[in-house]
T-cell receptor, first 114, second 115 residues
């Protein structure tokens, strides 16, 4: 089955700096790569996603890049703010008629220092 | 529009007891999922239902059963709870397939402790 590894496990940045989280996946058939943000005690919330036919996607201060050849994808947060402090999870799946089974990475705890 | 709802929010069980976690969605989604999240870890898929009338195992199905009661509701049952099942359980739903339809939306979670 799919295996997703995520690095780093913790990331501390100064407010205004950029943060980068990297994930690798094992199944070359995976075609959907979402990123979730989870605040303490809350549910995971989708912040951005990318499909395998796209190399990069951007939404305001957040961007995701995908390298299918190397089987890795990254989340980039620019101009970080204290409210960006949370745990971020990457995931990978093969979206098909029989559901969308996400395999999650282990998470990255991001701390933005004011 | 409540999205994905789960009951109960918290539960404490003794080893060997049984219970059912309830999940409902009002977004007309086809697919529903149950995940568990252990402290400091990512989410792992327990079972999923691609569409009404179908269920299938995920990564960690042992010790659990599910029922897709109708399009809206998907329950998770622990027949004989064990301390290893102490976790936070999240239900999620999605439309299923097609552009823009793979996104999963999560419920608020059920925090379960087995003593």
């Amino acid at each position: 089955g799919e295996n997703v590894e995520q690095h780093p496990s913790t990331l501390s940045v100064q407010e205004g700096d950029s943060a980068v989280i990297k994930c690798t996946y094992s199944d070359s058939a995976s075609n959907y790569f979402p990123w979730y943000k989870q605040e303490l005690g809350k549910r995971p919330q989708l912040i951005i996603d990318i499909r395998s036919n796209v190399g990069e996607k951007k939404d305001q201060r957040i961007a995701v890049t995908l390298n299918k050849t190397a089987k890795h994808f990254s989340l980039h947060i620019t101009e970080t703010q204290p409210e960006d402090s949370a745990v971020y999870f990457c995931a990978a799946s093969i979206v098909k008629a029989a559901g969308n089974k996400l395999t999650f990475g282990g998470g990255t705890r991001v701390l933005v220092k004011p | 529009n409540a999205g994905v709802t789960q009951t109960p929010k918290f539960q404490v069980l003794k080893t060997g007891q049984s219970m059912t976690l309830q999940c409902a969605q009002d977004m007309n989604h086809n697919s529903m999922y149950w995940y568990r999240q252990d402290p400091g870890m990512g989410l792992r898929l327990i079972y999923y239902s691609a569409s009404e009338g179908t269920t299938d195992k995920g990564e960690v199905p042992n010790g659990y059963n599910v029922s897709r009661l109708n399009k809206r509701e998907f329950s998770l049952r622990l027949e004989s709870a064990a301390p290893s099942q102490t976790s936070v359980y999240f239900c999620a739903s999605s439309f299923g397939t097609g552009p823009g339809r793979g996104e999963q939306y999560f419920g608020p979670g059920t925090r379960l402790t087995v003593t």
